[in-house]
């Protein structure tokens, strides 16, 4: 599958030969610096853009066919980096409700959706809260309480905590990890190093191929071409790569400071 932009008479590719397969409950991280192509991917995903050749099916269904495109949209929900950008209601609980509410369902079914949604990000009690009156990460959660209200099978992030503080961005990784643990799909796009390890598998994509598919350890280890992909260890994987150096254990796992000093103790 690829894809190009076209610009007047010029053609300029942005996804290039990529043949992926993504199952169910995989926590999927896609790396790759500005410009790889990483958020043309999350648009061909679910149809908000279709291949210029090859084919993007999901649960079998084609994102060129017209009559399934709303089928595939229940099915992959995508929350992209600026919450505000989604969100759409005056509190927090009708913002939630109303992807629900466009499919028709019954108001007992919507209520239990958005109960379940609000609780599985943490926002509970603030069901009357003013989005605007949230946290930057509040926010983010919002908009992922939003996603999760449709029950879809895929969860496509694009940057989502780009635009986050530290604490913002620790209680979205948090969600994210919680839902891939309940059995969703996660494709969470980033270009941090270090929010990719909470992943199970990582893909980097580079002039818009995809030049690695592995485990997120194995790409800590290929050291010598994360500089060619554009891609930088965060300080934190940085101090865990010199304390392997100086012969002290840290699991190539360990993403956080708690994680480090969890090992620096043992």
Known sequence: MSHSYTTGAHSVPAVRD?????????????????????????????GLLLPSSG????????????????????????????PDDQIVATSVEDDVAFGPENLGLA????????????????????????????????????A??????????????????????????VEVLDVLEAVADSGRSVIHVTHDLSEAMRASRAL???????????????LLCATDRLESWSLELSPLLTLAEELRDHGIVVPRAASTPAAIVEALCR
Not at 64 to 79: C, F, Q, Y
Not at 117 to 134: F, N
Request: glycine share 12%; aromatic share 4%.
């Open 107 to 142: 108001r007992d079914v919507i209520r239990e959706r958005v109960a379940w949604a609000l609780e599985s990000v943490g926002l509970c009690g603030l069901e009357r809260r003013e989005p605007h009156l949230l946290s930057g990460g509040q926010k983010q959660r919002l």
């Open 204 to 218: 980097v994509m580079h002039e818009g191929c995809i030049v690695f598919d592995g485990s997120p350890g194995d």
């Open 55 to 82: 084919e993007i099916t999901v649960n079998g269904i084609g994102t060129h066919d017209e009559a399934g495109i709303g089928t595939i949209r229940e099915s992959v929900s995508v929350v992209f980096q600026n």
């Open 18 to 46: 990529v043949s992926l397969d993504i199952g169910p409950a995989e926590y999927v991280a896609v790396l790759g610096a500005n410009g790889s192509g990483k958020s043309t991917l999350v648009r061909l995903i679910n």
């Open 144 to 169: 992922i309480a939003g996603a999760l209200a449709m029950q879809p099978h895929w969860l496509v992030l694009d940057e989502p905590t780009s635009m986050l503080d530290p604490v913002g961005r």
